[in-house]
């Protein structure tokens, strides 16, 4: 069998398709963080100011959000590897023209403020193909890894693509750095191309533009299957972890963006240097975070796994401004990584295996948006909060918002038992399993119960 031997967490790498995705998703990743550096030094550096990064920033974050619902209806409509191709084909090129712009001239709203909007519609539609494709590509016993490896690339582009972004800007300057930002655009754009072509050839699969098998039979019994609508109202765990979701962000944003700067900045007195090491210690513990997720076996209870996991991160989040130093305060944010790396990863592993698959577009994309819907509450309330009493008090506030959500999850028995068969549980409100959902949706390729893993997407490792 292709594979054989390697480590639990790289097992989905016996998938073509999978390695495809995640070769590509690792560049356009690192990519991503060369943009993070050239984009404010560009601006700044040509006299452009704070307001007019500001003015960007916002030009960028609001079509993202509002096109996070289409880019779920997109990717369930026509694949999420299809979508996925298309928005990274349009970022590419408007990338591409900010590196034209660079050489061109200053900085300029006229410019920025049209290719920041095409980027941020680009990541909107994006965004929901690029959480709902896993399960496209894997058998459910090699997915919570896969989710583990696609979150550890973009954890490791996040550690190294700022100093190797670094480098470049300083030496080169910032349109090299956004011409290789393109270049890797078009890398992750042609391996959803080979992952696309892989998905087609598999054995049992519907020619090019014919529905799948398994659709058309539904279409003939008169059954569309369950939609997000009904599964909004119909089902409680996803009116639970919606509001689980929304709680627990409430404090995330401003705890990055505002409050940890200005602990690091103010009380802590570490400079720059400092809080770039904090920031690299939140970086690392989730990157061994998601390690750690990749290499265990499947929880018999997913969610009260990942809610002890993330009750942890709030208990160390909580204590980060009273413990008086900087290793100390780096010490407890890696903690904070790690718990927040696993947990994310196994709690969105369990709502991939059972949500239906023509709605996972949807689902993922409701719930991105709940996760970052609150991020300009979140960062303005902490403005507040830090100005009037200082940093210290957003911390315990941010942490405590994280633990009320999650232990008040935990006391809804739909939460406990979720991921669990019925029989296991001996209650007729668990949540349905996959089985039962899918018995309503079409068969998707490599999904697991009841199909086997897809010999289409799996060939020899060189």
């Known amino acids: 069998?292709?594979?054989?031997?390697?480590?639990?967490?790289?097992?989905?790498?016996?998938?073509?398709?999978?390695?495809?995705?995640?070769?590509?998703?690792?560049?356009?990743?690192?990519?991503?963080?060369?943009?993070?550096?050239?984009?404010?030094?560009?601006?700044?550096?040509?006299?452009?100011?704070?307001?007019?990064?500001?003015?960007?920033?916002?030009?960028?974050?609001i079509p993202r959000t509002v096109l996070l619902a289409v880019g779920g209806q997109a990717s369930d409509r026509w694949r999420p590897w299809t979508v996925m191709m298309a928005a990274d084909t349009v970022r590419m090129v408007a990338v591409a023209a900010l590196a034209v712009a660079t050489v061109s001239g200053p900085a300029s709203a006229v410019v920025l403020v049209p290719i920041a909007v095409v980027l941020g519609a680009g990541e909107g539609l994006f965004l929901p193909g690029s959480m709902a494709i896993a399960p496209a590509l894997l058998p459910g016993d090699d997915l919570q890894a896969g989710n583990a490896l696609l979150a550890g690339g973009t954890q490791l582009a996040t550690l190294a693509g700022p100093l190797v972004g670094g480098v470049i800007v300083a030496f080169f300057g910032p349109a090299p750095a956004f011409a290789i930002d393109a270049a890797t655009f078009a890398v992750s754009a042609l391996t959803l191309v080979g992952v696309r072509a892989t998905q087609r050839t598999a054995p049992g699969a519907a020619p090019a533009g014919q529905p799948e098998p398994a659709a058309v039979a539904l279409a003939d019994a008169g059954n569309p299957g369950p939609t997000?609508?009904?599964?909004?109202?119909?089902?409680?765990?996803?009116?639970?972890?919606?509001?689980?979701?929304?709680?627990?962000?409430?404090?995330?944003?401003?705890?990055?963006?505002?409050?940890?700067?200005?602990?690091?900045?103010?009380?802590?007195?570490?400079?720059?240097?400092g809080y770039g090491a904090l920031i690299a210690a939140l970086g690392g513990g989730a990157l061994v975070g998601t390690i750690v997720a990749g290499q265990?076996?499947?929880?018999?209870?997913?969610?009260?796994?990942g809610t002890f996991a993330f009750l942890v991160a709030a208990v160390a989040m909580a204590a980060v401004p009273y413990v008086g130093s900087t290793v100390a305060v780096g010490l407890l944010i890696a903690v904070f990584g790690v718990m927040e790396g696993f947990g994310n990863v196994v709690t969105i592993t369990a709502v991939q295996r059972w949500a239906p698959p023509q709605v996972m577009g949807r689902l993922m994309g409701v719930l991105v948006l709940a996760s970052m819907g609150l991020f300009p509450v979140s960062v303005a309330l902490a403005g507040f909060v830090v100005h009037d009493l200082g940093p210290a008090p957003f911390f315990p506030f941010a942490s405590a918002t994280l633990a009320l959500a999650v232990l008040v999850a935990l006391t809804q028995r739909t939460w406990r038992d979720f991921g669990m068969a019925p029989a296991a549980t001996g209650s007729s409100d668990t949540s349905p399993p996959l089985e039962t959902l899918t018995a309503l949706a079409p068969a998707d390729p490599g999904r697991d119960a009841p199909a086997a893993a897809p010999a289409d997407t799996t060939d020899q490792m060189p």
Request: hydrophobic share 45%; charged share 10%; no cysteine.
């Open 228 to 273: 997000l609508r009904s599964m909004l109202r119909s089902e409680p765990i996803l009116q639970v972890g919606l509001l689980v979701t929304v709680a627990a962000n409430l404090g995330s944003g401003g705890l990055g963006e505002v409050a940890l700067p200005s602990l690091a900045h103010g009380p802590l007195h570490s400079g720059a240097g």
């Open 296 to 305: 265990a076996r499947q929880a018999r209870r997913p969610l009260v796994v």
């Open 1 to 61: 069998m292709a594979g054989r031997g390697l480590p639990r967490g790289l097992t989905p790498l016996r998938h073509r398709g999978f390695r495809l995705l995640a070769g590509g998703q690792l560049t356009s990743n690192v990519g991503d963080a060369l943009y993070m550096v050239a984009l404010p030094w560009y601006v700044l550096a040509e006299h452009g100011g704070a307001l007019l990064l500001g003015t960007v920033l916002a030009a960028y974050g």
